[in-house]
């Protein structure tokens, strides 16, 4: 058990190591975690509302009082940038995060199984990856209606089917294993060997 845990121990130190060396990785890094943090700190960094118009300070250069300059009616466009961050970090990750829970799901238990339900997934995830991400986008857009909700929805829907190939192709490899067959062999149910 011990050499276990040193092994584990060893190959994270080797991953965050080459990370570290990575100059450009430990710099995306690091722009990345300061704007996640802008965003997610917005009120704290600008006493502006982005939504709010001042037509006194309209077309205004980037100053003191407003670090990116204001747009034609006035309005701070670095509230205008964090706040609208904040939105852009939410629909993605939510996006993501649903698409990979959808893939991984479908893929394991279509990879486990077989038959008729990994054909039918296999072929829906297909025509998804045939179509430009982009224009699915914009189609389901124009169907579904412009709202965050709507937007997450549209971006599980279309972002699912990298994530399941990658699972299924993994499972196909696992369910061969001698511990799946034992699982298997004492007959416990699919869903419970497959997890």
Same mark, same amino acid.
């Given at each position: @058990?011990?050499?276990?845990?040193? !092994? ?11 990370? #570290? ?15 996640? %943090?802008?965003? &997610?700190?917005?009120? %704290? ?9 001042? =037509? ?10 407003? /670090? ?13 940038c ?6 852009? &970090?939410? $629909? ?9 829970? $959808?893939?991984? +799901? =479908?893929?394991?238990? !279509?990879?486990?199984?077989? *038959? ?9 995830? @297909? &025509?998804? #990856? ?10 389901? =857009?124009? +169907?579904? *209606? ?7 929805? +549209?971006? /599980?829907c ?15 490899? +696992?369910? @061969?294993? @001698?511990?799946?067959?034992a ?8 869903? /419970?060997?497959?997890?």
């Amino acid at each position: @058990e011990e050499s276990g845990v040193l !092994a584990k121990k060893k190959k994270k130190s080797r991953a965050l190591s080459k990370f #570290m060396s990575n100059k450009l990785a430990v710099l995306g890094a690091v722009m990345f975690i300061v704007i996640l %943090f802008a965003c &997610i700190f917005a009120p %704290f960094l600008t006493k502006y509302d982005p939504a709010m118009f001042d =037509l006194l300070n309209m077309s205004k250069p980037p100053s003191a009082e407003h /670090i990116f300059g204001t747009d034609k009616i006035g309005r701070d466009l670095f509230a205008r940038c964090l706040y609208g961050g904040r939105t852009s &970090i939410l $629909i993605a990750g939510a996006g993501s995060l649903g698409g990979a829970v $959808i893939g991984v +799901i =479908l893929g394991c238990f !279509a990879g486990y199984k077989g *038959g008729w339900f990994d054909k039918i997934c296999m072929r829906a995830s @297909e &025509i998804f #990856m045939s179509f430009p991400q982009l224009i699915l986008v914009l189609v389901m =857009l124009t +169907i579904m *209606g412009q709202s965050m909700v709507n937007i997450i929805i +549209i971006f /599980i829907c279309t972002g699912w089917s990298g994530v399941y190939r990658q699972a299924r192709a993994a499972m196909l490899s +696992i369910r @061969e294993e @001698e511990y799946v067959q034992a699982l298997h062999a004492f007959g416990l149910n699919d869903m /419970i060997v497959c997890f």
